[in-house]
């Protein structure tokens, strides 16, 4: 299950437009793959505490009220669930709650949360919660915290005691080494952990942004900027990204279509097509038509004075082979302790093992964003360059990426993620349609395309 943080800068005091912003959130998470949105503490007003304090009873929601409708649809809508912070009405003249609301996918009500830990002056406004945040879906537990409940090592051992995997923390933290602590608490813990961070300027003072996930071992694998325009963190909360060597992905059935491989230089002078790779035969400019389709659906997406530069498209399984072979001879040199194992899943990070290798089927694309001139577009690496070569920047939601690189790659991930594409998410220039990997990411029954022998 792919889950996301959404981070944004909310209206003081302004439900009617915060809900409409997390509403918009939720319908771009879903094209994205997420099946939860997570938003930061009091996004539904801002951290406005005299605000909340001095208006109580417009500042305070209950789940179903008319305020909090586009939030419901959009979970309707688009068969995603979300956790709305907000500032919860509770029993008549009682004082409210820092309340997480978990929407369904259906848009009902999964459960509530109150921060059990207030802090400071929270402690004048809002009564502290008496139980412990958890819901189940798809499958997956997960537990809930609210910023200063985070710095009690008791709430995330509860939450492994109760069999959660994923922890999700609402906050609106300061400072950039408050939120780097997460690490820690996902590594002592060994759970994913999902941070939704404030963003813009509170009572307390600004938020510092920076909304980010963490793996169980401690990595941070996605990360958001400190401010700037509206912000989605995707993070895969399987026990680890989901790499082509694993046995789920050659275990998906292929169904195959028939589809024709076509030329791209031929079929779409739209899309900008990089040189020939030293490929005389053209193999590399071929793609299945519907995938061209697709890019030329993505092309139209993308915002004035920017299109899809193509780089390579089918490769040949004998290539293929060839490609992987020659990156795991690199890895048993750097890494002579590894065993066989371990260099064939460490490869698959880079190099698609030749037996499921979507580019052998024509369903997969490597491209970048370039100017509407063919100029250059900060992607943070240039495609193929190896983790070990970047020191892990060719991951899709690396952290430590220059605003410019974020931004760029946030949207060449809309724009293919809106046209039906996923992407690989150890190389950000890596997009498929209809392989195998395609099929087990978005829950297709079965791939519509299979190995291709030859460019035909």
């Excluded at 459960?111 to 830990?117: A, L, N, P």
């Excluded at 789920?248 to 230089?265: K, N, Q, S, T």
């Excluded at 089918?314 to 020659?326: D, G, H, N, T, V």
């Amino acid at each position: 299950m792919i889950i996301a943080a959404a981070q944004f800068t909310p209206v003081q005091g302004d439900i009617d437009a915060n809900a409409a912003q997390m509403a918009a959130l939720v319908t771009e998470a879903a094209g994205r793959g997420a099946g939860l949105v997570v938003f930061a503490e009091l996004a539904l007003t801002q951290y406005d505490l005299p605000g909340i304090a001095g208006d109580p009873q417009k500042m305070t929601v209950t789940h179903d009220e008319a305020r909090l409708a586009p939030v419901r649809e959009a979970c309707r809508a688009s068969g995603v669930a979300a956790v709305v912070n907000a500032a919860g009405h509770t029993a008549e003249g009682a004082a409210p709650g820092i309340a997480s609301f978990v929407y369904g996918p259906d848009g009902s009500l999964l459960t509530r949360y109150d921060k059990r830990h207030l802090y400071g002056d929270e402690n004048t406004v809002f009564a502290a919660g008496s139980a412990d945040g958890r819901f189940t879906l798809g499958g997956v537990r997960f537990a809930l915290a609210t910023c200063f409940d985070t710095s009690f090592p008791q709430v995330a051992e509860r939450a492994v005691a109760d069999g959660c995997r994923v922890y999700l923390a609402s906050s609106f933290h300061g400072a950039p080494e408050r939120v780097a602590r997460y690490a820690e608490l996902a590594r002592d813990n060994g759970l994913h952990v999902l941070l939704a961070n404030g963003a813009g300027a509170g009572s307390v003072g600004p938020a510092c942004g920076g909304s980010a996930a963490w793996l169980p071992s401690g990595e941070r694998v996605a990360t958001a900027g400190a401010e700037g325009a509206p912000e989605l963190v995707l993070t895969d909360v399987r026990d680890r990204i989901t790499l082509m060597a694993d046995p789920e992905v050659a275990a998906v059935p292929v169904r195959e279509c028939g589809e024709a491989l076509v030329d791209v230089r031929e079929a779409a002078p739209a899309l900008l097509v990089a040189d020939a790779r030293g490929d005389g035969r053209g193999a590399y400019a071929r793609l299945r038509e519907g995938v061209v389709r697709r890019l030329l659906a993505a092309q139209e997406a993308l915002p004035d004075g920017l299109r899809l530069e193509f780089v390579e498209g089918y490769r040949p399984p004998a290539l293929q082979r060839r490609y992987f072979e020659e990156y795991a001879e690199e890895l048993r040199t750097a890494r002579p302790d590894w065993d066989a194992a371990r260099v064939h899943r460490a490869a698959s990070r880079y190099v698609s093992p030749p037996e499921i290798a979507p580019h052998s089927t024509g369903g997969a694309v490597d491209l970048t964003l370039v100017t509407a001139g063919g100029g250059y577009v900060d992607m943070g690496t240039p495609i193929n360059a190896s983790p070990e070569e970047s020191d892990g920047a060719c991951y899709t939601g690396a952290p430590g990426l220059t605003p410019a690189a974020r931004a760029n790659r946030r949207v060449l991930s809309a724009a293919l993620s809106a046209a039906g594409l996923v992407n690989y998410p150890t190389e950000w220039w890596h997009w498929s349609y209809g392989d195998r990997y395609w099929a087990l990411m978005t829950g297709a029954e079965a791939a519509v395309y299979g190995p291709e022998e030859s460019a035909r």
